[in-house]
């Protein structure tokens, strides 16, 4: 194997959140996740399993479903929850009304997207820990086209937020990540800045954490045609007005998977993502340097069977562990589960 490392075996437990024969629980961070203490909530899709040699091992001619898990003991044990929010396209979404309290404890806000690269996108919220939501609302920001939305969004007061997401490239096709913003509780989105060049390929899925200093972080899934998948990071210290590269967080992650950035109680940075060339897995990387710099690559999972797995989202527990929950695959090519890593960094 390569100089990757695995945390010791008593730090590090894997527990299934969804699993049922004949589905195929997918893509969490195409949803989100959330948590208050030890209750954590996150969204997956269930899907209908069927073998497939070059693309996910779903069936397409059967429903796609949008599910939750919800945990009320730290991430060890899990209870499904079904189907909430509505399924996307039904119903059509609507203008916001009335402006959010996004301070609200119990607040939850979910941005998701209709099209699987170009939108359009639609957001929910929540204010009872995601055991209602509310919305569709549709999604707009001047200057962005065709905005592909997963829940990425930074809240700085009552009425203010932060999100991030992709828009089309010049050329039509994704993705270009963007910071908007909106200071009326979710009534309206104005664009704050482009992040980045414009790609060859794409740079899309960002997950970003607020610093100390006005500063904001934020990585990105990139993928060119002629290079591996990376994720890349960027600085901003004004507030998302302006961006600096600080290069690869982490190179070479095989065939592309988004990142999950959690800022940790003690001030270092936890990346965590799938690994999509052998040995398959969830990895992870350590910053103490507000992302500048990241440490050597730490591995939660090698045993997976395909590549078909990944699109992790974090979250810290109370106790200092992190909750890593993903989707994943094996022994078997019908095990398609959606499962998670309780462990320290």
């Not at 004949?22 to 909530?41: F, S």
């Not at 991430?75 to 059509?92: M, Y």
């Not at 929910?124 to 707009?140: A, E, F, I, N």
């Amino acid at each position: 194997m390569d100089s990757a490392k695995k945390p010791d075996a008593h730090e590090r437990q894997n527990v299934i959140v969804y699993k049922e024969d004949g589905r195929y629980g997918g893509w969490p961070a195409n949803h989100g996740i959330w948590a208050w203490g030890d209750e954590i909530v996150v969204g997956f899709t269930a899907a209908h399993y069927k073998p497939a040699k070059n693309d996910h091992a779903v069936d397409r001619t059967k429903p796609f479903e949008d599910w939750q898990a919800r945990s009320l003991d730290g991430g060890n044990t899990w209870q499904i929850e079904k189907p909430v929010p509505p399924n996307l396209g039904e119903p059509s979404p609507t203008t916001l009304q009335n402006s959010l309290d996004l301070t609200h404890p119990d607040f939850a806000m979910m941005f998701r997207h209709g099209s699987i690269h170009v939108g359009p996108s639609r957001f929910y919220v929540t204010m009872d820990r995601c055991k209602t939501w509310q919305g569709p609302y549709s999604l707009h920001v001047e200057g962005i086209d065709k905005i592909a939305a997963r829940t990425d969004y930074i809240v700085l007061g009552r009425r203010e937020c932060l999100m991030f997401a992709s828009g089309a490239k010049a050329n039509d096709k994704e993705g270009r990540p963007f910071c908007a913003r909106t200071d009326d509780g979710g009534l309206a989105w104005r664009l704050v800045s482009l992040i980045g060049p414009e790609p060859e390929g794409f740079v899309i899925m960002p997950s970003s954490v607020r610093l100390p200093g006005n500063k904001i972080l934020t990585t990105l899934r990139h993928k060119d045609p002629t290079r591996p998948g990376s994720i890349d990071a960027y600085l901003s210290d004004n507030g998302g007005k302006s961006w600096k590269s600080l290069g690869e967080a982490a190179p070479n992650i095989g065939g592309g998977n988004p990142p999950s950035l959690v800022l940790l109680r003690d001030g270092r940075l936890c990346l965590t993502y799938g690994y999509r060339a052998k040995p398959f897995g969830i990895r992870a990387r350590i910053s103490s340097d507000e992302g500048r710099t990241w440490g050597e690559e730490i591995v939660l999972r090698d045993d997976g069977l395909t590549g078909d797995l990944g699109y992790p989202r974090s979250v810290q527990r109370p106790d200092g562990k992190v909750v890593t929950a993903y989707y994943f695959n094996g022994p078997k090519d019908s095990d398609r589960a959606i499962e998670a890593t309780v462990w320290r960094p």
